[in-house]
């Protein structure tokens, strides 16, 4: 199970920190990743932590939000600084493993609202 929390209302060029946290152990879990999605449109990949820290952005975030995991609190991180109004969206947590047991598993997601 994954709870994300964090979210709210900020200005334009304020930041957040969203927190993803897993109720179970991350360790063996190949990618966590942050999406988010707007009303009426596709979910979209935002960030990627893989298992070995390797991390990967979509361009419209990329030197904005950075991504993070530590794996002794079984949390996932998404700072996101000078954000812009396009960045309004829910925002959702991933687990995914791809080894035996296989799973992909999502959170409930939580509202990121950016003012102009």
């Known amino acids: 199970q994954l709870v994300e929390s964090g979210g709210g209302l900020v200005q334009a060029g304020g930041s957040l920190r969203l927190t993803c946290a897993a109720s179970?152990?991350?360790?063996?879990?190949?990618?966590l990743g942050w999406y988010r999605q707007e009303p009426g449109k596709e979910r979209e990949l935002v960030a990627q932590v893989t298992i070995s820290g390797s991390t990967n952005y979509a361009d419209s975030v990329k030197g904005r939000f950075t991504i993070s995991r530590d794996n002794a609190r079984n949390t996932v991180y998404l700072q996101m600084n000078n954000l812009k109004p396009e960045d309004t969206a829910a925002y959702y947590c991933?687990?995914?493993?791809?080894?035996?047991?296989?799973?992909?598993?999502w959170g409930r997601g939580t509202q990121v609202t950016v003012s102009s």
């Open positions: 179970g152990s991350i360790l063996s879990i190949d990618a």
């Open positions: 991933n687990a995914n493993r791809r080894r035996f047991p296989a799973f992909d598993s």
